[in-house]
């Protein structure tokens, strides 16, 4: 099955708020803009993505993530995640009405394109399924096959909500660069051991 990607992100300026505050000051900024590109890069090259949608309302991440091959949406006005990825989906499905649709943060830049075609082709078997994240609370993807509407629930204890609205847990192992996000300083520690794109290696080697 061919996948369509929707990945939401925030306007750069205020993403990443959990990494301000740590002993060392943290380009967030720059950080979750090569955290997105990483995701993004790899995700493009998995077999069975046909095309990546980032949904944001910052200019400069939209035209760099378009120099690597996305295609952007326009943030919706006033309405968060969850509103954001609803209206990504929607326009994954004007484009291509019988698409599978996965959303995918954007704060993964430890994915790896074999990792992500196995969660994919898992998700494949049912209407809805989605992946919880590292740390077992919230999720990473959430997927809906052809004809099947997204109803994203995300925020906070997410895994929790996304199962209790009828998806199935996708319960692969040696799929951790998929559940890997990087919300504080230790899950950064962790993302930079299981192996980061060239973008987050970079600018950690220049903070180290
Ligand atoms: N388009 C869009 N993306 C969002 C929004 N809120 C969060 N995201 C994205 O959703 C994913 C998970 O976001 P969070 O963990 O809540 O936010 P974050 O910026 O990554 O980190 P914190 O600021 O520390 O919460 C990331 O890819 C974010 O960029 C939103 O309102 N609009
Ligand atoms: C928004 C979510 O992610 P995070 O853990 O990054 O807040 C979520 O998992 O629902």
């Known amino acids: 099955m061919a996948w369509s990607l929707v990945v939401p992100l925030k306007p750069l300026a205020l993403a990443k ?16 803009l090569a955290f997105a590109l ?4 790899a ?9 990546v949608a980032v949904v944001t309302g910052d200019e400069r991440a939209a035209a760099e993530l378009a120099a ?3 295609w952007t949406v326009a943030e919706p006005p006033g309405g968060g995640l969850n509103a954001a990825l609803a209206h990504g989906a929607r326009a994954v499905r004007a484009r291509w009405p ?8 954007a704060d993964l830049p430890a994915l790896r394109p074999a990792e992500l075609g196995r969660v994919l082709d898992c998700a494949a078997e049912f209407p809805r399924a989605f992946l919880a994240d590292a740390a077992g609370i919230g999720t990473t993807l959430l997927a809906a096959g052809p004809g099947n509407a997204l109803a ?5 204890r ?20 998929v559940r890997q996000d990087v919300d504080t300083e230790a899950d950064l520690r962790t993302a930079l051991d299981l192996g980061v794109g060239p973008r987050t290696a970079a600018l950690a080697a220049s903070l180290a």
């Open 68 to 70: 690597i091959g996305a």
């Open 98 to 105: 019988h698409s599978a649709v996965a959303t995918l943060n």
């Open 38 to 41: 990483d995701t993004v890069a």
């Open 158 to 177: 997410s895994r929790q909500r996304h199962r209790a609205s009828g998806a199935r847990e996708i319960e692969l192992s040696g799929v951790e660069s």
């Open 43 to 51: 995700a493009l090259s998995c077999g069975v993505v046909r095309d």
């Open 152 to 156: 994203p629930a995300f925020e906070g």
């Open 17 to 32: 708020s959990r990494l301000a505050g740590t002993a060392r000051p943290m380009p967030r900024s720059a950080l979750a």
